[in-house]
Structure formats: structure tokens, C-alpha cells
């Protein structure tokens, strides 16, 4: 049973920094793309930023130049620096990671970490 399991949320204020983490446990090959994704109140889930087993990146407009996306391929390990956080950002934000196992394509989710930016 493959886990993703996130940290590093909290409650932080306009303009600061915070790091999330998303490890996987669990018996699992590589994961082809790792990301993150958000959802705010009362609104869908969005994309934040992901990034493949190759180190390719995509980033929302939103959070260009303000987050950065990384992992460790060793660990199935992937993080998200975030800086200049705005009182938009406030979302829980989930770890999403996927893989393709004898042809068939595997979708994890986190649980979610909640991310307040606020004064």
C-alpha cells in the first residue's frame, strides 16, 4: 500500500517563506511525475506545480518565480519551497504522484497540508 504523506503546512504571514514536503511509503517503482496541487474554500483543485523523474518542470502563473519545485528520485521524495507567499495562497495543498506499473498507470493523492497566509 503506497502512501503519500505531506508536512510542513502552517500558518505563516504575507511575504514569508514555507517548505512542504511529500514522502512516499510504501514498496513502490519511481513515480513519473510528482507535484502539488491546491485547493482553496470553495474552490476546485488546481495544479500548483509538478515535476518529472527527468527534473522537467511546470508551474502555475500564479506562483512562478515565488515557488520552486524539487525531489529526490532516490527517496520518492518531493518539495515545494515557497516564498513571497500571498493571503491567496491560503489553501490546503495536496502531494499527487504517478507511475506506470506493467502498463498500468497508478495515481496517488496526499492527504493534504493547510497553508494560511495571513497577518
Known amino acids: 500500500q503506497v502512501q503519500l504523506v505531506e508536512s510542513g503546512g502552517g500558518l505563516v504571514q504575507p511575504g514569508g517563506s514555507l517548505r512542504l514536503s511529500c514522502a512516499a511509503s510504501?514498496?513502490?517503482?519511481?513515480?513519473?511525475?510528482m507535484g502539488w496541487y491546491r485547493q482553496a474554500s470553495g474552490k476546485e483543485r488546481d495544479l500548483v506545480a509538478d515535476i518529472s523523474s527527468g527534473g522537467g518542470t511546470n508551474y502555475a502563473d500564479s506562483v512562478k518565480g515565488r515557488f520552486t519545485i524539487s525531489r529526490d528520485n532516490a527517496e520518492n521524495t518531493v518539495y515545494q519551497q515557497m516564498n513571497s507567499l500571498k493571503p491567496e495562497d491560503t489553501a490546503v495543498y495536496y502531494c499527487?504522484?504517478?507511475?506506470?506499473?506493467?502498463?498500468?498507470?497508478?495515481?496517488?493523492w496526499g492527504q493534504g497540508t493547510q497553508v494560511t497566509v495571513s497577518s
Open positions: 499527487r504522484a504517478w507511475n506506470i506499473v506493467y502498463g498500468r498507470r497508478y495515481v496517488y
Open positions: 510504501g514498496r513502490t517503482s519511481s513515480f513519473n511525475v
